[in-house]
T-cell receptor, first 119, second 117 residues
């Protein structure tokens, strides 16, 4: 079956502009995650959804970042007033997620990422 | 707060030799532990996980990892390395009981594995 897909694969924008990054998870996966990976670093958690709701958004760096998953499938990460420091690869993942608080045993499946460059 | 340390930025081994990529973790309570591999210009691929039970877990491509609770380690191993194993490897952790954060993975900074012919 199809894996996690992300569009666009590359996005170049100018400082101050607004961008949207899209993630299409594996069909049937209830949980969707966004991470950010800077060069030479491991992925850093941003936010995750269980269904339509954001279960944990503690990793969003500030209020310029926002994500939605209105129908419990596709998700969009939105960045307002982009800054050069936002440049990174944005990774999306999906998984089945068991019941809280101990259901986090399923592996996450990652998409190829969107490389965002803010000039 | 949970954390993962991968003490080696790079590991170099000769093809056919055993390899070890080290990982230590810090988490409240029992952990779920994962290894992922990242090839250039490709997404992270799941290798293996420790949930409970046998401390030695086997995964994809001949990799295995040993969970050591007393040393809070989860080192990745392979008995005989291949040139094609050369990639970036990440260890990651989740707590068993994480409250609203139970879905969140915390990654190490990664270890570049290079296998020489």
């Amino acid at each position: 079956g199809a894996g996690v897909s992300q569009t666009p694969s590359n996005k170049v924008t100018e400082k101050g502009k607004y961008v949207e990054l899209r993630c299409d998870p594996i069909s049937g996966h209830t949980a969707l995650y966004w991470y950010r990976q800077s060069l030479g670093q491991g992925p850093e958690f941003l936010i995750y959804f269980q269904g339509t709701g954001a279960a944990d958004d503690s990793g969003l760096p500030n209020d310029r970042f926002f994500a939605v998953r209105p129908e419990g499938s596709v998700s969009t990460l939105k960045i307002q007033r982009t800054e050069r420091g936002d440049s990174a690869v944005y990774l999306c993942a999906s998984s089945l997620l068991g019941r809280a608080p101990t259901g986090g045993y399923n592996e996450q499946f990652f998409g190829p990422g969107t490389r965002l460059t803010v000039l | 707060a949970q954390s993962v340390a991968q003490p080696e930025d790079q590991v170099n081994v000769a093809e056919g030799n055993p390899l070890t990529v080290k990982c230590t973790y810090s988490v409240s309570g029992n952990p779920y532990l994962f290894w992922y591999v990242q090839y250039p210009n490709r997404g992270l691929q799941f290798l293996l996980k420790y949930i409970t039970g046998d401390n030695l877990v086997k995964g994809s491509y001949g990799f295995e990892a040993e969970f050591n609770k007393s040393q809070t380690s989860f080192h990745l191993k392979k008995p005989s390395a291949l040139v094609s194993d050369s990639a970036l490897y990440f260890c990651a952790v989740r707590p068993h009981a994480g409250g609203t954060s139970y879905g969140k993975l915390t990654f190490g900074q990664g270890t570049i594995l290079t296998v020489h012919p």
